[in-house]
Each structure stands twice: as structure tokens, then as C-alpha cells.
């Protein structure tokens, strides 16, 4: 059965000068509960407000929902827990913060807040696992061979690598790198990581952002993304083909496959759910 816990967390979102402090969170919203049109509920530290009515439909996961913006005061019901955060990641950079996280979650409000309550838990098991495996257990905030950091610049894109050549090395949960990969995600994300790819390394919830950047967006070397992966029932062997395809499936590194997979079965298990079919690619 999955955990029932909900972690009360700050849900204090930094004010903006054009939109002011954030407004009290509105009461929890709850799967059982009826909602009528301009219906205000919190969720994922967020207001929403209903267009019309309905009823077990995730604000951020459908279009019945209006977002509100950031709320103060409120409770986290993201489906991992504080508690199993840290359960998850006990020995974590202190970087790494749950509050960054759930700071993160406004940018792709789909992500483990699609299908039933088993499939979202698994889709945050299964991100929760790459960042564990690409940073060794969120020990790292950045890649650690600096002689790799000349590499991750390609000169060949219109918009070169203005922060210099050595600037677009690995940050964050996923190591995320190279210069085209800072501007699509700044783009998409309303911040200019092409100028300043630092902020990744100074800010958590820009750091998380950009790993649930890639997990929502982006196929890489794989069919689908990592989200329609977990969402759509292909299992979590996909979401290793959409980080490093054969360098990892079809044979690629079996070892590396099963590491993962022992570290998914892991998370599942923390979360208290089972780990699905499709475990390896």
C-alpha cells in the first residue's frame, strides 16, 4: 500500500517584484471531494481554482484546473514524503533539499501527478533513481573531472557558448550538460542558463528544474520520454534507453542496467509500492 504520509514543508516560494508575496494556500485538494466551478484548492504548493466541476482530476494533470501561482503556509502532498526523501538520500549533499524539489515540481506539474496513485509513485521512483545513480546518491552537485569540462561546448550551434568553453559542464541530479541543452532548457524554462550556467549549481530548485526538463521533454537517444515512459506503462527499462540508449540497453552494459534496477526496486520499495513490469531495456 502506498505511504499515506504528508510532509508539512515551508511552501515559501521567493516573492517576485511584478507578482508580489505569494497568497495563503488554499485547503488541500483531495481525490474524493467534488469540486464546482472557482473551486480554490493547494496542491504541490500551488493554488488552482476549478473551471468547472469535477472530481478526482490532479490540478496540473488536466486542463479542468486554472494555476493560481506559488502558495504560503501550505502542506506538501507530493507523493514522496520528506521523511522518504530522506530515507532515499541519507547521505546527500546539502544542496540537495526537499523544499528545492517540491519548488521544482510548478515547471512540469504532470510529472508523478499522472494516472493512479501507483503510477505516480513509480514515476517519481524511477526519476528519484537516475539522480541517485548520475550523482552518486545526490553527493555531487557538479561533475567532478574538470578535464571533461572543455568537452561539453559545441561551437558548431548560432549561439556558441557565451559563459566560455569550460561553462557547460555536468550539474544537478542528472549531471546536466553541453551548451544546446542549457539553452533549450533556459528557454523552456523562462531562465538564461546559456549566459549563466552557474545558476544551475547555486540554486536547488533551478537544479531540479532541469533534470524534470529532460525527463519531461526529451527522448535522447530513446523512442519517448521518460515521463511518457512511466505514464504510459512501458516501464522504467525505457527510461534508461531515453538517458544513454546503447551505451546501456540491448546489451550495451547489462551490469549498469541491473544498478539501476536495484536501485528502482529500492526506491519502490520506500515509496511502498510494487515496481511495475519492464524493468530493464
Not at 557547460?168 to 549566459?195: C, E, H, Q, T, V
Amino acid at each position: 500500500m502506498l505511504s499515506s504520509l504528508v510532509a508539512t514543508v515551508a511552501l515559501v516560494p521567493a516573492a517576485s517584484a511584478t507578482t508580489g508575496p505569494a497568497a495563503p494556500c488554499a485547503p488541500l485538494w483531495s481525490a474524493s471531494t467534488a469540486y464546482t466551478s472557482g473551486g480554490t484548492v493547494s496542491h504541490h504548493g500551488r493554488n488552482w481554482t476549478a473551471k468547472w466541476w469535477t472530481r478526482n482530476e490532479n490540478p496540473g494533470a488536466t486542463g479542468v484546473w486554472d494555476d493560481r501561482g506559488a502558495c504560503t503556509g501550505g502542506v506538501s502532498d507530493f507523493v514522496v514524503s520528506e521523511a522518504q526523501f530522506d530515507e532515499i538520500f541519507p547521505d546527500r549533499n546539502p544542496f540537495y533539499t526537499y523544499q528545492g524539489l517540491i519548488d521544482a515540481l510548478h515547471a512540469y506539474p504532470r510529472f508523478a501527478n499522472t494516472g493512479t496513485p501507483a503510477t505516480r509513485a513509480r514515476e517519481a521512483a524511477a526519476f528519484l533513481t537516475h539522480a541517485d545513480f548520475e550523482s552518486v546518491g545526490l553527493q555531487y552537485v557538479k561533475e567532478i573531472n574538470e578535464d571533461n569540462y572543455w568537452r561539453k561546448c559545441d561551437y558548431s550551434r548560432p549561439y556558441g557558448c557565451p559563459a566560455g568553453q569550460k561553462a557547460y559542464y555536468g550539474r544537478g541530479p542528472i549531471m546536466f550538460s553541453w551548451n544546446f541543452n542549457y539553452k533549450a532548457a533556459g528557454d523552456a524554462l523562462g531562465l538564461d542558463l546559456l549566459d549563466d550556467p552557474w545558476l544551475v549549481e547555486r540554486d536547488p530548485s533551478v537544479a531540479w528544474q532541469t533534470a524534470l526538463w529532460y525527463w519531461n521533454t526529451q527522448n535522447g537517444p530513446g523512442t519517448m520520454t521518460s515521463h511518457e515512459a512511466m505514464v504510459g506503462g512501458a516501464g522504467f527499462g525505457e527510461t534508461i534507453r531515453s538517458l544513454n540508449g546503447a551505451l546501456e540497453c540491448d546489451g550495451g552494459n547489462p551490469a549498469s542496467v541491473a544498478a539501476r534496477v536495484a536501485k528502482y526496486e529500492r526506491i519502490t520499495s520506500v515509496l511502498g509500492t510494487a515496481p511495475g513490469s519492464g524493468l530493464t531495456c
